[in-house]
Nanobody, 115 residues
């Protein structure tokens, strides 16, 4: 079993920054691969970024150049650094990983971008 717990969400003004964390526990092994998704009110969940095992992170076009996904293997934690935030980034952010055919999701953390 793997448990994922997100933190770091909150209210931020447009143009501001936040760093989300996804702490993993249980039988996860390496922290990567790890993916961030988000879901805005009334919209479908959408992919944000993925850090593959030993590979280069990839990003959705809407966040490329503003968001950065990283991992700390020693802490079993993945991060999503979000800069130049826009109101359209408002959503619940989830971390996700697939391990041995099992899908694992965190509970989500709310990010609200508003003045």
């Amino acid at each position: 079993q793997v448990q994922l717990v997100e933190s770091g969400g909150g209210l931020v003004q447009p143009g501001g920054s936040l760093r989300l964390s996804c702490a993993a526990s249980g039988s996860i092994g390496s922290i990567s691969p790890m993916t961030w998704f988000r879901q805005a009110p009334g919209k479908q969940r959408e992919w944000v970024a993925t850090v593959p095992s030993g590979g280069t992170p990839v990003y959705a076009g809407s966040v490329k150049g503003r968001f950065t996904i990283t991992v700390d293997n020693a802490k079993n934690t993945a991060y999503l650094q979000m800069n130049s935030l826009k109101p359209e980034d408002t959503a619940v952010y989830y971390c996700y990983t697939l391990r041995i055919g099992v899908h694992y999701w965190g509970q989500g953390t709310q990010v609200t971008v508003s003045s």
